[in-house]
């Protein structure tokens, strides 16, 4: 059972993993799915309408802005435990480390006139996706251990990063 304290700290690093899942996805996509495979997958996905985010202690999926569920901290207290928010707030902190690397990687797409310097990137953006593997289908693992209704691009993006 965690503390009010405890819960408050679990939200917020759940908040902060699915925030950079989010951030990521786009990009991911347009690793894994090159040319026409991703601008189809863009052109049905205009935007996401799943989107799941954080209320107080809360943990709040809204679909096309309306609150579809919502996860409560008095019952995340009461089946959770403090390893469960260790292993959120390593999440956390791995997923911030690989967006920092991701980001600066990722600047250098395509921006060479040189194919085989961006083909080289690319190479490095597919090796991070594999690294970061753990830490993107973990969060969502968690996420639907707890209740949380998993759609859109979170199922989308954890399909292609299961077989990258």
Do not use: C
Not at 100 to 114: E, F, G, H, R, T
Not at 125 to 133: A, D, E, G, P, Y
Not at 143 to 149: A, M, N
């Amino acid at each position: 059972m965690l503390t009010p304290v405890e819960i408050a700290a679990l939200i917020a690093a759940t908040k902060g993993t699915v925030d950079v899942f989010d951030k990521l996805a786009g990009p991911i996509k347009r690793i894994l799915l090159p040319g026409q495979r991703y601008e189809q997958a863009e052109a049905k996905d205009q935007r996401w309408r799943f989107k799941i985010g954080t209320k107080g202690n809360d943990i709040v999926v809204k679909e096309d802005g309306e609150v579809r569920q919502t996860v409560t901290g008095a019952e995340l207290a009461k089946s959770l435990s403090p390893s469960d928010l260790a292993l959120v707030q390593t999440y956390e902190r791995k997923m911030q480390d690989y967006f920092n690397l991701w980001s600066s990687v990722y600047a250098a797409k395509d921006a060479s006139q040189d194919p085989l310097v961006n083909a080289q990137t690319d190479a490095q953006l597919k090796k991070l996706i594999v690294s970061m593997r753990e830490e993107l289908l973990g969060i969502l693992k968690f996420l639907q251990q707890i209740g949380v209704h998993l759609d859109d691009h979170y199922m989308h993006v954890r399909s292609l990063v299961e077989n990258a």
